[in-house]
């Protein structure tokens, strides 16, 4: 197919609560959508860049440029054979892999839509349902924090992820466990730590998580190694892990044993699917992390969670949790039993409420 023709629009959207993490609090999302057009059809793709570059070098903005002045024209007026290839062509561009991610999730839902079948069957998927966990961010006090989790156990997620940060990681551990010593749970610092930490760290040992996400440094797997060797719990790369190659290099190094798998983060499908590849040929479990995106971000988080090596529950939980609307139709719902069911419709399965996009507009560019 051709693609004809590329729209960008930059909607605002506030989150129903904060969410606060180590790196800083989000109380409205601006968030980037890009529709490609080809064959009468459309397909949609959702920036999943944070407002400001504390979580990695991306920011609205900057994706917005990057989006409009080069992935864009990049991909416009070519003929892609396959959506697999739209990689290829904005490879010449370093880093912004969210922003290139974009324009790539956008062709893969068009071209789902063309076949007329769901993304998740095109990528390969065969989980009928995926497995919810939901992320916590940090709460004023222990006791809110122990509240917010009896809640979304009460809505049935199968595990939850608690923030962590320096002054606020052992003891809040403890006391979780002290109230839930059965669940699944999880600690995310988003790179709040240092190697000198490694003591400290370890000492979340007794707690009995599934896992302790990114703990160091965003572009470090080195000594992530060394204190995966001081740790008895699993490390879990997030920030870190860009591409199967990053994968390769951090479980060669041992520097986790776990991977959370970002959509925008690794640049779009292609990529994840082949992180997924590499980490399910060895047994590495890998899970979908999320970026509180809207709809359609979290529409391509479902498809993509479906593949076969997606054995941990991810961080992709109902609309409701962050939006008073979402920007799809249906919402996204979790059952009773803490799923997704896999969406039957082409494409991403949810239909975008454009006159809610457009109401949500604070700038279009169509790039032609
Ligand atoms: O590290 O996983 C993270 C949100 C924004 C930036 C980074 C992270 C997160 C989350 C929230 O943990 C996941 C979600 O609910 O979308
Ligand atoms: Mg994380």
Redesign the pocket.
Known sequence: MKIERIELREIRLPLVAP?E?S?GR?TERRIILVKVFADGLAGWGECTV?ENPF?NHEATDTAWVVIRDFAGPMVLGREVESPGDVSALTSRIRGNRMARGAVETAVWDLEARRQGVPLWRLLGGTQEEIACG??I?LQETDAALLEKIETELAAGYRRI?I?IKPGRDVDMTRAVRREFPEIPLTV?A?SAYTLEDAERLARLDEFGLLLI??PLAYDDIIDHAELQRQVKTAICL??SILSAEDARKALGLGACRII?I?LGRVSGHAEARRVHDYCHGRGVRVWC?????AGVG?AHNIAMSTLPGFTLPG???ASK??WSEDIITPAVEVTARGTIPAPAGPGIGYEVNEARVSSLAVRTEVIR
Do not use: A, I, P
Request: charged residues 35%.
């Open positions: 969410f993490t790196f989000t944070g979580y939901v992320s961010g992820k923030k995310d988003n996400e990114q997030d920030e959370n970002k992390g999320g970026m509180l995106e979290r961080d992709v939980s949790r962050y």
